[in-house]
């Protein structure tokens, strides 16, 4: 049991005490003074809320004072309670939920259901984006696939040998396109061009295909030795001459040996080739061929030897017409003609040189080296034997060479194609790193969806069955008179509810609680949550309840079933509460509350009235002042004198009008509230009321200046005390209590 709360905190601006030894505690205070600080302190006493850190309680747990024995519990039913466990789905209206722990279940699953929602939008979009971005690259990759279809256009079809290079590759565009796209591209210069292979395909797949010969290499032989001597001597006459001193003199025998033919050929008289004298023909013949003997004449038949023999080789040497005729060999034609030709105008150049020697054997000479031309043109011939024996090697491996001739092809076009191809390749890398990206993203987006899934399907498990408690307040609202609604389960498989109306069709369900209908129904959970049936709960703790305005918001016809409610259920012997506390601003809910059980307490004195009355109650008042909230005691006498006040402020025309106003409503609300009947209801529609436009003034003003409508307070004319009073009078008049007013409109008159 608590014996003392000590508070220090919001409008507690100097240490206020409530000390009590009652298991009934009361408490009446205005709003504003500070009743919700008390109930939600006790409410938070374990969870070392900051706002409270110099507040504290005192029990009657002997080991330690300030906190709660481990056999005891705090129910407090407060507004902060009532919105935790008062929980309506945000996105289902009129769809609640009852008690705390499923409230903040269902706040969670609600809001990871929220969570998931978004999470599976984000994931829709993020997929359209994929799929966006994928039709995107799609359409550049079909620009791509038709560009490299053309190969098959340019080369297959009709005679086209490269035909078979497209077994399987025909009839796809896709096909043909990853086929190319596979080709690795070639990191050196390429053999063949695709000419080239074509001319390889026709010769090779031509039927009467054969080898061919080898092209032989040219041969010159070269000089003796002798011959090279002969050469380069000095061909002259004999020396015993008549003419021999003559011949030295001259250096010059080649030209009387010329002299000599001359000489032969003339007829008497002849002359002298040299000086044109008369000469005896036959003595100068005599004395010209005595200067050359017969070794003169051997050597000059040995020139023309080498003369002939260098002929003969020349003419040999024959231009080889496999270069211009055998298509495999087209391309070396023109630099072997070249050849052919240097090599020829060298060896004739030879010739007309020893032919020159022939003509002055005195004249020294050295045949101009031909081997430079020779060698450049069998260096020809290699090369072609080269393709040649290359070719002949092909033919006798027709189907290796064919797939080599394909790879080439391949190659070539690879080459051909490789802007578009490396252009594609930049494209797909960077659309793959996209595609990759968005799967992260979206798989995250995933891995959160799951999260919140799981924990929809943990919190869910965390949701009590309540029916038993819904099936209680459905019992206690008939008892209380209310038949105007009912709960019933809104889904089998969920703790949720829904308020079915009266007057609307099972199928009908309500909108939206009234604050009056949500307070009713958390009040009644409240109540069995105390009795411990929220299945969520099986603690058999010593319980101290604390009740924090249960009326607010409801009207009138129910303050006094609450009341006894709370009383039947909490003030009496059950030992299952401990202590109560009962916070109100309402007087006359106040009064009906601190009723003595006692039925003849009001024939006793008051002081015996307050001797009997404390053996049940204790009673508080919390008033605030410019020094803050304060607690304390109340004498059961003292009930009246609150009301008697109001109409002591209502009787002084000079108070304040708001606070006149606020007063007239406090007066009609305890009076007709306390007389327990429906008096008031059809007052302010009755026609004396309504035809009054002052009296529908008094009504709108008094709603509005007191907690009813505090909007557009100002925007009437200046408050009329008269015309008020008037109204405020006709009510009572109107309902059957004119003695009621007259008696206590004299209160504070002249005291």
């Not at 209206?93 to 008690?99: A, E, P």
Request: glycine share 2%.
């Amino acid at each position: 049991m608590i014996k003392k709360v000590n508070l220090k905190c919001a409008s507690y601006k100097e240490l206020a005490t409530l000390e009590t030894d009652k298991k009934i505690n009361l408490i009446y205070g205005l709003n504003g003074s500070g009743k919700s600080t008390f109930s939600e302190y006790l409410r938070k006493i374990e969870c070392d809320d900051e706002k409270f850190a110099n507040c504290s309680i005192e029990t009657d747990n002997a080991e330690n004072k300030s906190e709660l024995s481990l056999d005891q519990t705090i129910l407090v039913y407060n507004q902060k309670w009532v919105k935790e466990a008062f929980y309506e789905n945000p996105t289902l209206k009129g769809i609640f939920s009852l008690s705390k722990g499923n409230a903040d279940a269902k706040k969670k699953i609600d809001l990871a259901n929220q969570e998931k929602e978004k999470l599976e939008k984000l994931k829709t979009e993020k997929e359209k984006d994929k799929e966006k971005s994928r039709l995107s690259f799609e359409n550049k990759k079909l620009k791509v696939v038709d560009s490299i279809w053309k190969i098959k256009t340019d080369y297959t079809g009709g005679e086209r040998s490269t035909d078979q290079f497209f077994k399987g590759l025909k009839s796809d565009k896709e096909t043909l396109f990853n086929y190319v796209l596979g080709i690795s591209k070639s990191t050196t210069p390429l053999l063949k061009t695709i000419n080239a292979i074509k001319e390889e395909l026709h010769v090779l797949l031509d039927k009467n295909a054969k080898k061919i010969e080898n092209i032989s290499n040219v041969q010159i032989n070269n000089l003796t030795e002798d011959e090279i001597i002969l050469l380069q001597k000095e061909i002259t006459g004999s020396k015993n001459s008549t003419f021999s001193t003559l011949l030295d003199k001259l250096q010059n025998s080649d030209w009387v040996n010329s002299g000599l033919e001359y000489v032969e050929s003339q007829t008497e008289p002849a002359q002298c080739p040299f000086c044109q004298q008369k000469i005896d023909k036959q003595h100068l013949l005599d004395e010209l061929k005595s200067c050359f003997d017969k070794s003169y004449e051997q050597d000059k038949l040995k020139l023309q030897h080498i003369y002939d023999n260098y002929e003969r080789l020349i003419d040999s040497i024959s231009i080889d017409t496999s270069f211009e005729q055998n298509n495999l060999l087209k391309d070396l034609s023109s630099k072997y003609e070249s050849a052919f030709e240097k090599l020829k105008s060298s060896l004739n150049r030879n010739l007309d040189i020893i032919k020159e020697k022939i003509s002055t054997p005195s004249k020294q000479i050295t045949l101009n080296p031909v081997i430079t031309e020779l060698t450049l043109l069998n260096e020809i011939i290699k090369l072609a034997n080269d393709k040649i024996n290359d070719f002949n090697t092909k033919i006798d491996q027709k189907d290796l060479t064919l797939k080599e001739l394909k790879k080439v092809f391949w190659e070539n076009i690879r080459l051909q194609y490789d802007v578009i191809i490396t252009n594609y390749q930049a494209e797909k890398s960077l659309f793959d790193k996209e595609q990759k990206d968005f799967d992260f993203e979206i798989s995250r987006i995933k891995m959160e969806i799951d999260k919140q899934v799981n924990i929809i399907t943990e919190q869910s498990k965390m949701v009590s069955n309540i029916d038993e408690a819904v099936i209680s307040i459905n019992n206690r609202l008939i008892e209380l008179g209310i038949d105007s609604f009912k709960i019933e389960k809104y889904n089998k498989d969920k703790a949720e509810y829904k308020l079915i109306r009266s007057e609307e069709s099972e199928d009908n369900i309500f909108e939206s609680l009234s604050e009056g209908e949500k307070m009713i129904i958390s009040f009644l959970y409240f109540i069995e949550e105390c009795r411990g049936k929220d299945d969520s709960k099986t603690d058999d703790k010593k319980k101290i309840v604390v009740i924090d305005d249960p009326i607010s918001s409801l009207s009138h016809i129910y303050v006094f079933n609450i009341g006894t409610l709370i009383k039947s259920e909490f003030f009496g012997s059950s030992k299952i509460y401990e202590q109560i506390f009962v916070l109100t601003h309402n007087l006359y809910f106040f009064y009906e509350l601190a009723k003595s059980p006692y039925r003849d307490i009001k024939r006793l004195k008051d002081e015996e009235q307050e001797k009997e009355h404390k053996k049940e109650f204790n009673l508080f008042r919390i008033i605030k002042s410019t020094r803050g909230s304060s607690i304390t005691t109340m004498k059961y006498s003292e009930i009246q004198n609150d009301y008697q006040l109001y109409w002591s402020v209502v009787n002084d025309k000079n108070s304040k009008p708001a606070l006149i106003a606020n007063c007239m409503r406090n007066i009609i609300d305890y009076f007709f509230g306390f007389i327990e009947n429906n008096a008031l209801s059809g007052v302010f529609q009755k026609k004396e009321f309504k035809d009054n436009i002052n009296y529908q003034a008094f009504y709108r003003y008094i709603n509005r200046e007191s907690h009813s409508d505090n909007v557009n307070i100002y925007d009437m004319k200046e408050f009329d005390y008269d015309s008020f009073q008037e109204a405020f009078r006709e009510v009572f008049i109107l309902a059957g209590y004119e003695e009621h007013y007259t008696k206590m409109s004299k209160i504070g008159i002249n005291d």
